[in-house]
């Protein structure tokens, strides 16, 4: 009778190099899809934080004889929005703020100008290629950057 031979278990270093070497083509492959996503994910919650933006302007409007405010700053300062958070568009490495927010604001408007007529806007680069608007009607989209 023969003795078994001892069976080693362990992965030579070629196996190990093979499979990292397909991890990583697999990694390589799916990136340009993950940034596709980030960037949907962002445009998402850039568009939510306009409509917010747009129903605290509508209340303050209605509360003031149809006129929207001075600033955005007054809706907070008057608390007509929550967080100031929803100043900063999510697709950009700069936090909005109170004084210097990622949307611009056309002031001196009210809800009696025409519907199609910008209220707030993106910075043209917040987002490759588009810039999210809303207006006075209401109704927040997406417009191709004039630079392309």
């Not at 397909?22 to 340009?32: A, K």
């Amino acid at each position: 009778m023969r003795k078994k031979e001892a069976n080693n278990r362990g992965f030579t270093i070629g196996e190990l190099l093979t499979v990292l070497g397909i991890v990583l083509t697999v990694v390589f492959l799916l990136q340009p899809f993950v940034r596709q996503t980030t960037e949907k994910v962002d445009r998402a919650g850039c568009i939510s934080n306009l409509r917010g933006i747009g129903r605290a302007m509508f209340i303050y409007a209605r509360e003031h004889r149809k006129q929207f405010p001075l600033t955005i700053k007054t809706l907070y300062e008057e608390e007509y929005l929550a967080d100031a958070g929803i100043l900063d568009c999510p697709a950009t490495k700069k936090t909005g703020t109170l004084d210097d927010p990622e949307y611009i604001y056309t002031p001196g408007l009210s809800a009696t100008d025409p519907s199609d007529t910008e209220l707030i806007k993106d910075f043209e680069g917040n987002h490759s290629g588009v810039c999210g608007i809303l207006t006075v009607d209401g109704t927040v989209f997406w417009q191709e950057n004039s630079d392309k």
